[in-house]
């Protein structure tokens, strides 16, 4: 079956970077939309980055030219990485699979599958 497995959460100062990373098995990562999404505490589910199954990629308003989203599917493996990180960034991070339209890259009720999600803590 699928499965999302995410790493590199942690805490660190704002301005510092992480690269978070989404080891994807059961099924080939090229076959779907990949998205990361975050939730932080008492705040709904967002959409933070999301690819679709080429290399076209959409990002929400408060993280573009800070983040990159990017896969290699040599190692089934989607990445995020995250530079300039506001304390605003702080929240859990979770990476999905699915098969949205282009235009709902960033829609979680479009993807079907969810990693378990890590910990991203920027402190001021």
């Known amino acids: 079956q699928v499965q999302l497995v995410e790493s590199g959460g942690g805490s660190v100062q704002s301005g510092g970077s992480l690269r978070l990373s989404c080891a994807a098995s059961?099924?080939?990562?090229?076959?779907?939309?990949m998205g990361w999404f975050r939730q932080a505490p008492g705040k709904e589910r967002e959409g933070v980055a999301g690819?679709?199954?080429?290399?076209?990629?959409m990002y929400a308003d408060g993280v573009k030219g800070r983040f990159t989203i990017s896969r290699d599917n040599a190692k089934n493996t989607l990445y995020l990485q995250m530079n300039s990180l506001k304390p605003e960034d702080t929240a859990m991070y979770y990476c999905?699979?699915?098969?949205?339209?282009?235009?709902?890259?960033?829609?979680?009720?479009?993807?079907?599958?969810w990693g378990q999600g890590t910990q991203v803590t920027v402190s001021s």
């Open positions: 690819i679709d199954r080429g290399s076209i990629t």
């Open positions: 059961g099924y080939t990562l090229s076959s779907y939309c």
């Open positions: 999905a699979a699915g098969r949205p339209r282009w235009s709902k890259l960033l829609t979680d009720s479009d993807y079907n599958y």
